[in-house]
């Protein structure tokens, strides 16, 4: 009946026996991190088998064994307990992962590099092309500018007209006011004002001692340079014949730097000691009124002037200031200005 009711071999594997079998402990394979459910124990099964029939001294030594293994691990009834595993597999892990971790951040830090390396040579493009329409758009503006300007002094051209009661007493006025206080170059005359000129000056005009148009208003843009601050001013008109008409005029400019290296080189360069020398350091930063004249020759057929004689006297000045006759030689050979403040022919 027995042998009916229970397995073969049941003898061997009762309850008495497997009870009394120590547990084994961990093998390497359970303590790796895939295995840590192996590594607890569950109070509750130790209990569990304590209340087996026929087993009195496996209940105890069961529960002993539990009260031992719950007092060593001080973890509380009902909670798992987990078996530390050994340090050197722990070891062992962290180099590994701290190869891994150190190989990530290089990785990381290289990305990032390029990266930044590849942002900066795009802003750099950027600003490059900025930079370059930045350019194009400033010489195309002064291009333009420049060609409305010689367009505004065209159609100025075209739509002066010289007055039908043009008359000499007109352009002597008129050329006086122009250059009252001189002209730098071509380009600072009024577009009016030069298209008067161009109406009123024969085309080869006498100039001493040149000729034409531009080189009257080169004459006057040397004597600007020379004294900036020159001042010429109409005192009378008087009609000498028909076609003739002389206006007296006061000019007035001061000898300042300019003057000593444009018109008087010599005296500026003299070794130091010398007369001219002293001569330079008596004249410097004298302001000179001068009394003169303009001859206008007039073409009553062409209604143009044909002749102009510009005569300032500079000598009386300088000898009142100087004192003699030799300091005034002095001062006028060798400079670039005529004692009728004239441009002198070697330039």
Known sequence: ?????????????SVNVIGCVVQRSLSSRDRSGGGRVAGYYCNDQLQTRSILPNCSTTKEHTTSNAANLSNSRQAPVGQATR?????????????????????????????????????RMKQQRYRD??????????????????????????????????PRNL????????????????????????????ALLDA????DVLVEPTSGEDALIRNWSLVTQWFPDVL???????????????????????????AMQGAFPHLLNAREGSRCAQIAERVWDQHLVLQGSVCFDWDDKSKQVIRLHHQVDMMSVMLQMLGNLEDVALVFNGAHVTPECAVSSAL
């Open 232 to 258: 010429v001013q109409l005192k009378q008109l008087k009609q000498l014949t028909k076609n003739s008409l002389i206006a007296s005029i006061t000019v007035s400019f001061t000898i300042s730097a300019a």
């Open 200 to 203: 009123t000056m024969a085309r």
């Open 1 to 13: 009946m027995e042998t009916t009711l229970h397995p073969p071999g049941f003898h061997e594997l």
């Open 83 to 119: 078996v530390t595993p050994t340090k050197h597999r722990d070891t062992k892990q962290y180099k590994l992962s701290g190869r891994r971790k150190s190989k990530v951040q290089t990785g990381s830090t290289t990305m990032t590099e390029r990266r930044r390396e590849y942002y």
């Open 129 to 162: 092309r900025q930079r370059q329409c930045e350019e194009e758009l400033e010489s195309s503006t002064r291009q333009l500018t420049e060609e409305i300007n010689q367009l505004k002094r065209h159609r100025d051209q075209l739509t002066f007209q010289a």
């Open 167 to 194: 008359t000499i007493w007109i352009v002597a006025t008129e050329y006086l006011r122009i250059f009252s206080r001189g002209v730098f170059t071509r380009d600072d005359i009024n577009p009016n004002d030069l």
